[in-house]
T-cell receptor, first 116, second 110 residues
Framework: GAGVSQTPSNKVTEKGKYVELRCDPISGHTALYWYRQSLGQGPEFLIYFQGTGAADDSGLPNDRFFAVRPEGSVSTLKIQRTERGDSAVYLC??????????????FGPGTRLTVL | GIQVEQSPPDLILQEGANSTLRCNFSDSVNNLQWFHQNPWGQLINLFYIPSGTKQNGRLSATTVATERYSLLYISSSQTTDSGVYFCAGAISGGYNKLIFGAGTRLAVHP
């Protein structure tokens, strides 16, 4: 079956602009995560959705970042007033459900965001 | 939160050599995964291994949960094994959010 997909694969924007990044999880996976990976580092957690609700958004760096998952499937990460420091690869992952025997997460290819 | 330490940070091998990568955790984890990040940035799942030993072809992994570490073994390395290897763990009650190590950068030369 299809894996996690993310669009766009690359996004170049100017400082101060608004961007939206999309994630399509594996069909049937109720748990969805966003991570951010800066150059030379491991991914860092941003936000977790179980179904439609954001159960844990403790990793969002500030209130310019927001994410939604209105129907419990596709999720959109939204960044307002982008700054150069937001430049990174944004990764999405999904897993069947937290609390099940197997909580293995599967990652999408990421969106490389460059803020000029 | 938990700290994840990977060693070595960098590793250079000749094709055909074997290697062991290590991952130490500062606290107990109830989920542990190993990934290979290819040159295009895709994180490829290698093992989901909260405890015990698993093998998949030339790769195998062992997690000793009580001692808070995991090992990834690569045997008969190939140039296609090059890339960055990450381990990541999640603590109980933490919604399974993964905490990643800094990775081991592996280069396999022909």
């Amino acid at each position: 079956g299809a894996g996690v997909s993310q669009t766009p694969s690359n996004k170049v924007t100017e400082k101060g602009k608004y961007v939206e990044l999309r994630c399509d999880p594996i069909s049937g996976h109720t748990a969805l995560y966003w991570y951010r990976q800066s150059l030379g580092q491991g991914p860092e957690f941003l936000i977790y959705f179980q179904g439609t609700g954001a159960a844990d958004d403790s990793g969002l760096p500030n209130d310019r970042f927001f994410a939604v998952r209105p129907e419990g499937s596709v999720s959109t990460l939204k960044i307002q007033r982008t700054e150069r420091g937001d430049s990174a690869v944004y990764l999405c992952a999904s897993s069947p459900m937290v609390g099940q025997t197997n909580n293995e997460q599967f990652f999408g290819p990421g969106t490389r965001l460059t803020v000029l | 939160g938990i700290q994840v330490e990977q060693s070595p940070p960098d590793l250079i091998l000749q094709e055909g050599a074997n290697s062991t990568l290590r991952c130490n955790f500062s606290d107990s984890v109830n989920n542990l995964q190993w990934f290979h990040q290819n040159p295009w940035g895709q994180l490829i799942n290698l093992f989901y291994i909260p405890s015990g030993t698993k093998q998949n072809g030339r790769l195998s992994a062992t997690t000793v949960a009580t001692e808070r570490y995991s090992l990834l073994y690569i045997s008969s390395s190939q140039t296609t094994d090059s890339g960055v290897y990450f381990c990541a763990g999640a603590i109980s009650g933490g919604y399974n959010k993964l905490i990643f190590g800094a990775g081991t950068r592996l280069a396999v030369h022909p």
